[in-house]
Every structure is written in structure tokens, then in C-alpha cells.
């Protein structure tokens, strides 16, 4: 959100509040890191009330004063009495105006204290009695009207009237709230609150063309993007001078400047968390996973906040995460895996996974387009080996539309991404092999009526995928399948994925953990069923 002010130039603060328990959190040090980095306009307001739910602040942190942590991240950094209104308006209000001239972020420790249970359930039995005697003397509101009377402000009678209003005024909410018949459950009005309603606009290419590969795909619609939004963000590791490990941003800086095209720290969790600021704010972003397996570190902002913003509250979640993905690289564990799965179990995500460079292309200005999260998967082994011709100019395609890349009545065949270039060069290999070949092209919106149809015509299905076999969405597929259309089959439904290990890195491993290799075999026991 403050990223947003800083960039449109607007004289604006963000504060932002969390307790002393929070601090330990790793996106705590995230935050203040960024914000450090970027200069964001921020107040950082810590309640610190000496106990993270039952745990002493002792045994959360080894530093006197949470506001010592400022010091580590270059930052200006106050202890404030929390129990003291005046202080506390007097000097949020002095920053404010000092960080509206000269926008940087501010870490405040409110020393206060808590007097009763974290929640309902707790209680308050772990604390002291003495501090709770010596901090109920400190009680800010009765403290703050002792104050008042004693500068003449506010008399005896008038804080009883005040008083009595006040009651009255929550007694007639307690009223209103109670009056409330209870929240009437609707299947479509629930379904229909996870998604941001978007109305797709097609726009069709020009005639012009030019031979590209997937790469090249991806960033020449990330730059028409950037030409047609012309607030919309970049953000990433190595994404600026560099120009992304891939090169798909390379230029981009030169072109757009670096406000738009912001290289950032390694935290991925605080950059998802800062795109979503950014759409808060108004403000469209693409936020590039170095490599897909990254996004462990980003998870909870992805599958916690950006996914459930708009039904929580009614919010865009104007966010491309750019997921480079795909093993056959030699890359290992750690830069190749295809996690696909996880998202698409996540109500209020978008997945799109292309497999070639002209629905690359289209899908991701369909994507940046989207008020809605896009988990944007991009097989790496694919980026510079699959060519094609590819319209110069931009152009959108739709949202869960599969592609009948070859026709058969034998066997259908679904799959996306690498899987669809393993599937195409089985068949050329192999012409007397009728089949119905489907690229899913998007996993969440799914076309089931183009994979149903399929399947009604040919009576049996093979499902390809990269990831490994449990929990993907070949299992999915096949359940819908077997649900659907289990009249119409002629073999039970066959799904063919890689071995269920980590990906392997020595090459010999690595072909025989995905499943390229395996697929004729099975393809060929599915039709001699």
C-alpha cells in the first residue's frame, strides 16, 4: 500500500500494527527489510503488552527493547508509553508530518500491557498478580480523564453525561447486532464470492508474425502489458539491470524506468504480501518466482491473502506470479520442480499453464488483465526449444479453453505444458495411433466439457503430467471423469506422471524420474485393454 503512494507521488502514510509475539515471525524482518530498503512511508506500530499470548517477551526475543530492532535495518526507530494518550497522538503526529515531506519507514514500540487473555479461552493466570496491580494503575483512560479534570477541561458532570451516552450508544448497537437474523446459506452466492467478477474482453491479433520461441513469447506480452497499464509493476529477484535470470526482462528498466521494474530482496513472502498492497492501492503487479520452487517461502501470502481477499472482503487481487517451472534441465530438487498442485486445490487462485509461445502470450495479457490472483507456471526446458509463429502485436485468449491440438476416435489424451510436446512427439513417432490430443493450456478455470466430450467420443482417457502422480491434477481429472462420463468408458482411466521422489539431478535419474519415457508403454496398455 505505501509502495502504491510512493509511486503515484501521494503525501500518505501507512501504518501498520502487530504485537510483540508477531516480531519473531520471519515476515516481520521481511517487512521491515523492504520498507527499509525502499524508503516506503511506513509506520511500523508494535503493541508491545509483555506477553505473546501466555509466552514472556524474555523468551521471544534476547534484545532489551523491540525498538532495537530498527537499528539492523538502518531504521529510525521510538519506544512510546502506550498508556499515555498524549504522547502517543503527539508523536504519531509529529512523524507523520515529518514522513509526508521525506517518505521512509518508522519502527514504534508501544510499551503497554494487556489485562486480559489473549481470547476468550485464556485467561490471565500466567501473569503476575503484581503486574497486573501495578499496570491497572496505569490504566490510560482513567489516567487521560484524571488529566482532564485536572486542567479544567472536562467537569464531573459533563464525563457522566458522556459516559451515559456512550452506554446508550452501545446498548442500541448490542441491539441491532442481536435483532440480525442469521446469515442464510446460499451454494451460488458462496461460489460466487470467491472470484472477482471479471467480463473478458477478446482482443484479436494482427496479421503480422513472427517466428519466436517461448521465451520470447512471454516477454514481448510482459512489455505490451506494461505499454497498455502504464502504472503496472514488475517486481523480482535480478529483474532490473539484469534482466531476470531467464533474460525475459532484460531492457525493461531502460524502457519503463526502475520504479516500474523493482529489483528486490530475497524475501519472497514480503514481495507477494507487497504486490497485493499494490492492487489494494490500485495498482497492478507481476511478481516474478525466480524459480517456481521458491514459492515455498512466499506460500501463506498466496494462499491466505491473495486467494481469499476478494471473499473476505470484497477485494482485487490484481497479481501475476510468474512461476518458471519444469525439470529435463539438469537443475535438481530445488530449481525444477512443477508445483502446480498446489494451487489449484486453493479456492481463489487462477492457474495457467501454457506449452507453447502463441497461447503464452495471450494467456498472460489475459492474466494481467485479471482482478483476480494468476499462479502463471512457464516450463523452463520449454523456454528456448519450442518455437513458433507468434502475431507481433497484442491479443488475448481465454480462460479455461482447452486446445484439440489432434483428432482421434481411439484414445484422448490430456495434458499441458511439457507433457503436451512429450504427448505430440509420441504420436509423430507413432501416425497409427488415433487420438484425441487435448492441451489443458489453464488448470484453474478446468474445461471438463472439452475433456467430457472427448472422452464420450473415444471411451477412454490418458492423463499426462510432469508433477508426480499423488494429489495432482490427473487424480482430479480422472475422479471427474469416472463421475461424469464412467457410462461412456470402455477401460478404466489411466494417469501417467513422475516417479513420487524430489527430482532428481544426474541426468540417468532425472529421465527416468519423469515420465516422457514411460508414456507409449502405458498408452499402448490403455488401448490394448
Not at 77 to 99: D, M, P, Q, R, T
Not at 384 to 395: D, G, I
Request: charged share 25%; with cysteine; hydrophobic share 40%.
Amino acid at each position: 500500500i505505501a509502495l502504491a503512494d510512493l509511486l503515484k507521488k501521494r503525501p500518505k502514510v501507512t501504518a501498520v500494527f502487530t504485537g510483540e509475539g508477531a516480531t519473531s515471525e520471519g515476515d516481520f524482518h521481511e517487512a521491515l527489510n523492504v520498507a527499509a530498503v525502499w524508503d516506503l512511508p511506513v509506520l511500523f506500530c508494535v503493541e508491545n503488552n509483555g506477553y505473546g499470548l501466555s509466552t514472556p517477551i524474555s523468551e521471544q526475543f534476547k534484545c532489551e527493547h523491540i525498538a532495537d530492532k530498527g537499528k539492523g535495518y538502518g531504521m529510525e526507530a521510538h519506544i512510546i508509553n502506550g498508556n499515555n494518550i498524549l504522547e502517543v497522538y503527539s508523536k504519531v503526529n509529529e512523524l507523520c508530518e515529518s514522513i509526508r515531506k521525506e517518505p521512509r519507514p518508522v519502527l514504534l514500540e508501544f510499551k503497554t500491557f494487556r489485562m486480559r487473555g489473549h481470547e476468550e479461552a485464556s485467561g490471565t493466570k500466567y501473569v503476575p498478580k503484581r503486574l497486573l496491580e501495578e499496570w491497572a494503575a496505569l490504566d490510560p483512560l482513567e489516567n487521560y480523564v484524571e488529566y482532564l479534570h485536572a486542567q479544567g477541561i472536562l467537569s464531573e458532570e459533563k464525563e457522566v453525561e458522556y459516559k451515559k451516552e456512550i452506554i446508550h450508544e452501545i446498548d442500541d448497537n448490542l441491539k441491532l447486532a442481536f435483532a440480525e437474523g442469521e446469515v442464510q446459506y446460499s451454494e451460488s452466492k458462496e461460489l460466487n464470492d470467491v472470484y472477482k467478477k471479471y467480463k473478458y474482453q477478446d482482443v484479436k491479433p494482427n496479421i503480422e508474425v513472427h517466428n519466436i520461441r517461448l521465451v520470447d513469447a512471454i516477454s514481448e506480452g510482459l512489455k505490451q502489458s506494461m505499454e497498455k497499464h502504464e502504472d503496472l509493476v514488475i517486481l523480482g529477484q535480478d529483474i532490473a539491470d539484469y534482466g531476470g535470470v531467464f533474460k525475459i526482462t532484460e531492457g525493461f528498466v531502460e524502457a519503463f524506468g526502475a520504479e516500474r521494474v523493482r529489483n528486490t530482496p530475497i524475501c519472497e513472502s514480503a514481495i507477494v504480501s507487497a504486490a497485493m498492497g499494490l492492487s489494494i492501492n490500485g495498482i497492478k503487479s507481476v511478481m516474478e518466482m525466480q524459480f517456481g520452487d521458491f514459492v515455498s517461502s512466499g506460500f501463506n501470502p498466496i494462499v491466505n491473502y491473495l486467494a481469499k481477499v476478494h471473499y473476505r472482503w470484497n477485494e482485487n487481487a490484481d497479481v501475476v506470479i510468474r512461476m518458471p517451472c519444469g525439470a529435463g534441465v539438469g537443475a535438481g530438487p530445488f530449481h525444477s520442480q512443477t508445483n502446480e498442485a498446489w494451487f489449484t486445490k486453493t479456492p481463489g487462485l487462477k492457474v495457467v499453464y501454457p506449452a507453447f509461445p502463441y497461447d503464452a502470450k495471450g494467456l498472460l495479457a489475459t492474466a494481467i488483465n485479471d482482478p483476480n490472483p494468476i499462479m502463471f507456471f512457464e516450463h523452463k526446458a520449454l523456454y528456448r526449444s519450442v518455437y513458433q509463429e507468434v502475431p507481433t502485436s497484442y491479443y488475448t485468449l481465454p480462460f479455461g479453453k482447452a486446445n484439440l491440438l489432434k483428432e482421434g476416435d481411439e484414445v484422448s489424451i490430456v495434458t499441458y505444458g511439457a507433457g503436451v510436446h512429450w504427448a505430440l512427439e509420441c504420436l509423430e513417432q507413432h501416425p497409427e495411433i488415433r487420438a484425441d490430443l487435448l492441451d489443458l493450456r489453464t488448470l484453474q478455470p478446468l474445461d471438463t466439457q472439452a475433456i467430457y466430450k472427448s472422452v464420450k467420443k473415444t471411451g477412454k482417457l490418458i492423463i499426462l503430467q510432469e508433477d508426480s502422480m499423488f494429489g495432482g491434477i490427473a487424480s482430479d481429472i480422472s475422479a471427474l471423469v469416472m463421475e461424469e462420463c464412467f457410462e461412456f468408458l470402455d477401460a478404466p482411466v489411466k494417469r501417467v506422471a513422475s516417479m513420487e521422489t524430489p527430482v532428481p539431478f544426474a541426468k540417468s535419474l532425472e529421465n527416468n524420474y519423469l515420465p516422457k519415457e514411460r508414456f507409449l508403454t502405458s498408452l499402448i496398455e490403455l488401448m490394448e485393454y
